[in-house]
T-cell receptor
Framework: DSGVTQTPKHLITATGQRVTLRCSPR?????VYWYQQSLDQGLQFLIQ???????AKGNILERFSAQQFPDLHSELNLSSLELGDSALYFC?????????????FGPGTRLTVL | GQNIDQPTEMTATEGAIVQINCTYQ??????LFWYQQHAGEAPTFLSY????GLEEKGRFSSFLSRSKGYSYLLLKELQMKDSASYLC???????????FGAGTRLFVKA
């Protein structure tokens, strides 16, 4: 158990819908990262927040947005969902803000878009 | 741009040694991670190399050559539970990102 929690574990929805994925980092960690992992694909970095502020952005679609709240939990919002958005979405956390920090991954949310 | 290459799949025998290679091209290289990921589970940290050379941690060792843009993960005394994907990831100084390779799926057979 990494100490990072994600909810829900599974999510099934229809095209065109909007969903929110939630992540709570390990106690003491200030950075939260979001990744997308499609079937047989590597982890695609989406976005990083550090202490409430956006720190780095990867290949995140405009239909996707995220935020980190004062209590450091983070939410990833996915809208106008398409079939291709079906994937495992991982949240990770680390103590520092730099990319040299070890990241601790949550169990993931498996999103299925029908 | 950035590019990370790893073999897609490897097969090895229980008790043997296997070396998983990773080559990368990136600007502003800071360090290189190796993560292990069992199917459907979260990645877990194995190692982080910043300087050239070999770092050993139990049955796992990781090597880095910054001048060659090359790293490998060495797994000794393979066990069936080592069957997993091994992800090579590069961290950059400027972009504050960690970029992951597609991973190498290792199958350990009896």
């Amino acid at each position: 158990d990494s100490g990072v929690t994600q909810t829900p574990k599974h999510l099934i929805t229809a095209t065109g819908q909007r969903v929110t994925l939630r992540c709570s980092p390990r106690s003491g960690d200030l950075s939260v990262y979001w990744y997308q992992q499609s079937l047989d694909q590597g982890l695609q970095f989406l976005i990083q927040y550090y202490n409430g502020e956006e720190r780095a952005k990867g290949n995140i679609l405009e239909r996707f947005s995220a935020q980190q709240f004062p209590d450091l939990h983070s939410e990833l919002n996915l809208s106008s969902l398409e079939l291709g958005d079906s994937a495992l979405y991982f949240c990770a956390s680390s103590v520092g803000r730099g990319a040299s920090n070890e990241q601790f991954f949550g169990p993931g949310t498996r999103l299925t878009v029908l | 741009g950035q590019n990370i290459d790893q073999p897609t799949e490897m097969t090895a025998t229980e008790g043997a040694i296997v070396q998983i290679n990773c080559t990368y091209q990136t600007s502003g290289f800071n360090g290189l991670f190796w993560y292990q990921q069992h199917a459907g589970e979260a990645p877990t940290f194995l190692s982080y190399n910043v300087l050239d050379g070999l770092e050993e941690k139990g049955r796992f060792s990781s090597f880095l050559s910054r001048s060659k843009g090359y790293s490998y993960l060495l797994l000794k005394e393979l066990q069936m539970k080592d069957s997993a994907s091994y992800l090579c990831a590069v961290s950059n100084t400027g972009g504050f990102k960690t970029i992951f390779g597609a991973g190498t799926r290792l199958f350990v057979k009896a």
